[in-house]
């Protein structure tokens, strides 16, 4: 029988014990359906999601569905939208209830003083003429100013087909800002024109991404194994899709046979009672899916699957150490 | 049947379930180390707990709460806990 031990040597064996109990129960919280972009490719608004309920205005119910929450053991909570950053009173009462991470585009600078220790992702789609192309303006400089220096706080950066032999103009600028950043795929949902990956294009991405990780080790959270994931779709010869996703939402979930998959999780609409699907939209072809959470979950959620050799286990341990590194479990 | 023989007793009928319901193998009742940490050294996380659990439950007829998941690391420490429950039951 193979056991944690007869594969890792006693470093690795270590780093496998702190992250093994951290028992992450996360949930994903729309906190409005209003933003200050309108960007194409973004799932939230492609796919109707943001007509799906009304915003619970009353913050009480915020606080008190917060409490439930904690109460139904959530340790996590992912703040999306719209931007979280325009109701900055339902984020407050997330962050002094439940270790909270914030996505948000940028342009609205969260006060430090207010939330010291909060982890913020700022969503980025480019260098300046594909956010501009995308997101309407150059969303990047405006978000770089507001955030420089700030030790909470690191890109989500979406590469697209077009950023491909262009992404360390991105990275440097990042590194000299003092931020961190974190590298995942477009998905296309939008169906714009030029924006389609193909075998090719996923291909020298990921040589990209690994060439990145490389240059710059501590501006780059990211690893290997990750890139090789969301890049192929494939983990242990099993395609992702709707069959292998792990980050549906539990009270939805009628797959059979089941999963593995995100215990606890759901994410809940701006009204606090609707839920939709999954992590992006119900709208999604799960099969080209490129979700980087959804992807770490997947790895995540199948460690005893890592347990076939010491590389196996070694490439688990550098994808949950990450996720816990973007969420703040572990430091960076 | 004395206390001892109980709880080993006990820890083989939780061995096979184990193996069973997680699928695992070069392993038996008989050679598996009821000492074995399950977290940190087989790599169980808590939705594979939470797959035994229900299987135990249905087994032994009493109830394991989530909560008590990181106390139950290895056979002999389950075997300890539904002896307790059942003790508790019967009370």
């Known amino acids: 029988m193979q056991t944690v031990s007869s594969l890792l040597d006693s470093a690795w064996h270590e780093r496998y014990r702190r992250i093994s109990r951290l028992n992450i129960r996360s949930s994903i919280y729309d906190v409005t359906n209003r933003c200050n972009l309108r960007c194409k490719g973004c799932f939230f608004f492609s796919s109707g999601e943001h007509e799906a309920a009304a915003d619970e205005e009353d913050i009480r119910q915020w606080e008190s569905f917060i409490d439930r929450e904690k109460a139904r053991g959530v340790n996590m909570a992912i703040l999306i939208g719209g931007e979280p950053t325009l109701f900055l009173d339902r984020v407050e009462a997330f962050y002094r209830r439940l270790p909270t991470y914030c996505a948000t585009n940028g342009l609205i600078r969260v006060s430090r003083d207010r939330f010291p220790g909060m982890l913020v992702g700022i969503s980025l789609w480019g260098d300046e003429d594909d956010e501009k192309a995308l997101r309407g303006r150059d969303v990047f400089s405006v978000s770089r100013k507001n955030y420089e220096g700030d030790d909470h706080t690191y890109y989500l950066y979406t590469i697209t087909p077009k950023q491909i032999g262009r992404t360390e103009k991105i990275i440097r600028k990042i590194a000299d800002a003092g931020l961190k950043v974190h590298m995942q795929l477009l998905t296309n949902d939008e169906q714009v024109e030029g924006f389609h990956w193909t075998p090719e294009a996923l291909r020298d991405v990921r040589a990209e991404m690994d060439a990145m990780l490389e240059s710059y080790p501590r501006t780059v959270i990211s690893c290997r194994y990750y890139h090789e994931i969301i890049c192929t779709g494939m983990m242990m010869g099993r395609p992702f899709g709707w069959n292998e996703c792990p980050s549906v939402t539990e009270t939805m979930d009628d797959r059979d046979p089941r999963p593995k998959r995100l215990i606890r999780f759901i994410r809940w609409a701006a009204d606090l009672k609707t839920t939709h699907r999954c992590c992006t939209s119900a709208t999604r072809d799960c099969s080209i899916c490129k979700d980087g959470a959804a992807h770490m979950s997947w790895v995540m959620v199948n460690k005893r699957e890592h347990m076939r050799t010491t590389g196996d286990l070694q490439n688990w341990i550098e994808v949950y150490e990450m996720f816990a590194k973007l969420y703040g479990f572990i430091p960076w | ?91």
Not at chain 2, 48 to 77: C, F, M
Request: proline letters at 2%; zero cysteines; aromatic letters at 4%.
């Open chain 2, 1 to 91: 049947m004395s206390e001892e023989k109980g709880i080993e007793q006990h820890i083989l009928r939780i061995a096979q379930i184990v193996i069973d319901e997680l699928r695992l193998e070069d392993v038996t009742k008989e050679t598996f180390d009821p000492d074995l940490d399950l977290v940190d050294e087989l790599g169980i996380d808590s939705m594979d707990l939470a797959t035994v659990a229900l299987v135990l439950q249905d087994e032994y007829g009493v109830s394991i709460d989530e909560d008590d998941y990181p106390k139950l690391k290895t056979l002999r420490l389950i075997a300890e806990y539904i002896r307790t429950r059942l003790q508790e039951k019967a009370a």
